[in-house]
Antibody, heavy 113, light 107 residues
Framework: EVQLVESGGDLVQPGGSLRLSCVTSGFTFSNYWMNWVRQAPGKGPEWVANIKPDGSIQNYMDSGKGRFTISRDNAKNSLYLQMNSLRAEDTAIYYC??????WGQGTLVTVSS | ENVLTQSPGTLSLSPGERATLSCRASQTVSSSRLAWFQQKPGQAPRLLISGVSSRATGIPDRFSGSGSGTDFTLTISRLEPEDFAAYYCHFYEGSPQTFGQGTKVET
């Protein structure tokens, strides 16, 4: 059974940092482009970042460049998102996905004072 | 950035009716990297269609995708009760990837 389990979401003050994790099982993690996608309350999904199977290429949404860092550990079948200088508009459920078809249930990030 | 505009915002239909959802891209999708997702409240998006018209594993054949260039369509031939949900198109070539703002299919 395919599983993606996100963790690390929390309430954080503006300007703060969080590190999200996504632990996966049930598929060959090292074969997949991995993504972070977020969804603000009542809004549609928004792509955040992705990373190549071998970790050599990372892409980011414009508002995440310089603040977010996506990384992976293929030995641990895990994906990460380091988020710095957080803003209120970063408040959302953050999902990890493998390719298009495998998704976790998300972790909630709330940025508020 | 390839901006995706979905219409209508809300589609009010009854079970058994046909649903036609539109997605218009601001730039030509030359690679066919256009997907459709279904999302129900409290759930993650679920892949329905990739590559414009290829149904994902386990997706019923009442769902079909079509289009080319900048205009794409998701058709649900006969709505079942479980099909009432939000639907999003998604452009997944290069960076940044983009999603449409969604169409809600309601009864």
């Amino acid at each position: 059974e395919v599983q993606l389990v996100e963790s690390g979401g929390d309430l954080v003050q503006p300007g703060g940092s969080l590190r999200l994790s996504c632990v996966t099982s049930g598929f060959t993690f090292s074969n997949y482009w991995m993504n972070w996608v977020r969804q603000a309350p009542g809004k549609g999904p928004e792509w955040v970042a992705n990373i190549k199977p071998d970790g050599s290429i990372q892409n980011y949404m414009d508002s995440g460049k310089g603040r977010f860092t996506i990384s992976r550990d293929n030995a641990k079948n895990s994906l990460y998102l380091q988020m710095n200088s957080l803003r209120a508009e970063d408040t959302a459920i953050y999902y990890c996905s493998a390719g298009l078809g495998y998704w976790g249930q998300g972790t909630l990030v709330t940025v508020s004072s | 950035e390839n901006v995706l505009t979905q219409s209508p915002g809300t589609l009010s239909l009854s079970p058994g009716e046909r649903a036609t959802l539109s997605c218009r891209a601001s730039q030509t999708v030359s690679s066919s990297r256009l997907a459709w997702f279904q999302q129900k409240p409290g759930q993650a998006p679920r892949l329905l269609i990739s590559g414009v018209s290829s149904r994902a594993t386990g997706i019923p054949d009442r769902f079909s995708g079509s289009g080319s260039g900048t205009d794409f369509t998701l058709t649900i031939s006969r709505l079942e009760p479980e099909d009432f949900a939000a639907y999003y198109c998604h452009f997944y070539e290069g960076s940044p990837q983009t999603f449409g703002q969604g169409t809600k299919v309601e009864t």
